[in-house]
């Protein structure tokens, strides 16, 4: 894949997390400039912590759930050939604890975001005839796995992904999105100080026994954003260590066998 992104302008949103930073750095040593997004003022230290690497990064603080700030900011960044969609967050575990107002932030954050962005791109897109969205989902847009108003939010997500590769895919753009199972970041960290099993007790789930690394999601949006993924839109991919083939807890208890 090398060189495949050189010349290339990559927006990431979500840009200072575990999976943004990744993405940044793998799509900068490709040789693409990365316009970085984030509502973290981290954000800005990645044009020095990666430039000294020889990586070119456009830094921006920006909610991306606000359309106006997101429209000033990608005005800025010139053309963009691949967005992805990677800045999300859940706020409450269940519906009983979920108010308006924080169903309609995660809304913001998940969707009404990511819809922000490709608005602000597609203009561009359609006028070069080419262009490609990766989107970030989760295997939460799939089934019932808590966190509900992230979990509509990313079904949603799924659903406008193939809306774009729709409608847009004669004019050269595709949309795909990935799906990724519990990734190993720092949004564990205060997790495991409350419990430091918590993660040994999720890998049960998961039918290779363990979860997934930040990197492992980064490939897949990598695969997805190159020319060797010039057939693929509207994929909607899962990246979750199996757990989305089935349910292996209870296929072991109406077994009875530890496979």
Known sequence: MSGSFAGKTIAIT?????????????????GA???ALD???????????????????KPAVVEVSDAAAVKEAFAGFGDVHVLINNAGGAIRATLATTDPTD??????????????????????????????IVNVGSVNGLAALGH???????????????????????YGIRANIVLPGTVRTPVWDDRKAKDPNVLKVLE???????IVEPEEVARVIAFLAS????????????????????????ARELTLEDF
Request: charged share 20%.
């Open 148 to 170: 509900p108003a992230y979990s509509a939010a990313k079904a949603g997500l799924i659903s406008m992904t193939r809306s774009l590769a729709q409608e847009y895919g004669r």
């Open 39 to 57: 509502r973290s003022e981290a954000v800005l230290d990645l044009k020095d912590k990666l430039g000294k690497d020889g990586i070119t990064v």
């Open 204 to 210: 049960r789930w998961y039918p290779m026994g363990r």
């Open 227 to 250: 020319d060797h993924a010039s057939a693929v839109t509207g994929a909607a991919i899962p990246v979750d260590c199996g757990l989305m083939s089935g349910n292996i807890v209870m």
């Open 14 to 30: 979500g840009a200072a997390g575990g999976i943004g930073q990744w993405l940044c750095r793998f799509f900068g040593e490709e």
């Open 103 to 132: 169903w309609s932030a995660d809304m913001d954050s998940n969707l009404n975001g990511a819809y922000a962005c490709a608005h602000a791109v597609l203009p561009g897109m359609v006028a070069r005839r080419a262009g490609n």
């Open 33 to 35: 400039t990365i316009a």
